[in-house]
């Protein structure tokens, strides 16, 4: 059976998560579901690049399925997006060699977590910034981020329900920029691989940073520390979004992200 690689957008809002669970719906519920309907009939298991926590968004969430006949790529994201609710939106398909695995070949991910720093929420953006209505010192974020780039380990960052006994990864790029006019922070953070709420607690951490509640080194003694109860709050999940997935290149057998270029080229001056 042929092999693809399907890259997609969803809006977390209406799901309790990517992975299929019984307590609501789910992201990979709703792509097996138009799968079967689309295959007349056939159950087609859907394995993503990881999972998302309820009200997470992605941007280029990557998922792989095997489907049981011959099609054509443009064929498979017609099919799709048109049987699939508007919250979900393929946006590449292609066809890849069958060991292809979508969540054991990756080797980084890209995320964004949006805030919204005006007085009171945007109705609009209330489900996808988390709101944070102080005047947050975003020079302050910024030099405290750049102590986590490289390799480290980052208990203090991972939720105590995790089962994962590693908790070394290594940053390419963390950073955060502010629009004064639309009242907004973009935080960016792009790595190996990110531990359970990471990204969400490295957020909360930053803003307590950026408020004056914490010292500007703060992240080298909460790595030190590895303590998850040394660490700031765990951030609001819509805010965040799965902004990308990476993948050895299949020829050059190396990473071919920008983010682990510029890294490698001189912004990881701070790796252990």
Excluded at 44 to 61: K, N
Excluded at 183 to 212: K, P
Aim: net charge negative.
């Amino acid at each position: 059976m042929p092999r693809f690689k399907v890259t997609l957008q969803y809006d977390g809002t209406p799901f309790v998560g990517f992975q299929v669970q019984p307590n609501g719906p789910t992201v990979q519920a709703a792509l097996e579901k138009a799968l079967k309907l689309m295959s007349k009939g056939h159950d087609i298991p859907v394995v993503g690049s990881g999972r998302t926590d309820s009200g997470v968004h992605a941007l280029g969430q990557v998922i792989h399925f095997d489907y049981p006949a011959e099609i054509e790529e443009a064929a498979i994201l017609r099919a799709l997006n048109s049987i699939l609710d508007d919250s979900i939106r393929i946006i590449e398909v292609e066809r890849v060699e069958a060991d292809f695995h979508a969540r054991f070949h990756t080797n980084g991910k890209k995320y964004i977590y949006k805030v919204d720093t005006s007085p009171f929420p945007s109705p609009f953006t209330r489900q996808y910034m988390y709101h944070h209505p102080y005047k947050t010192d975003v020079d302050r974020m910024q030099a405290a981020l750049k102590d986590i780039i490289g390799i480290h380990d980052f208990k203090s960052f991972c939720s105590t329900k995790t089962d994962k006994i590693n908790f070394v990864r290594e940053v390419y790029r963390a950073e955060v920029t502010a629009d004064p006019e639309e009242e907004t922070l973009t935080f960016v953070f792009a790595g190996s691989g990110f531990l359970y709420n990471m990204v969400r607690i490295l957020v909360g951490t930053s803003l307590q940073i950026g408020d004056g509640l914490r010292p500007v080194d703060e992240m080298k003694r909460l790595i030190a520390a590895k303590d998850r109860n040394e660490a700031g709050p765990t951030a609001a999940a819509h805010g965040l979004y799965l902004a990308e997935v990476y993948y050895l290149d299949p020829v050059a057998r190396k990473k071919v992200t920008k983010d682990y270029f510029d890294y490698k080229a001189g912004l990881g001056d701070n790796q252990t």
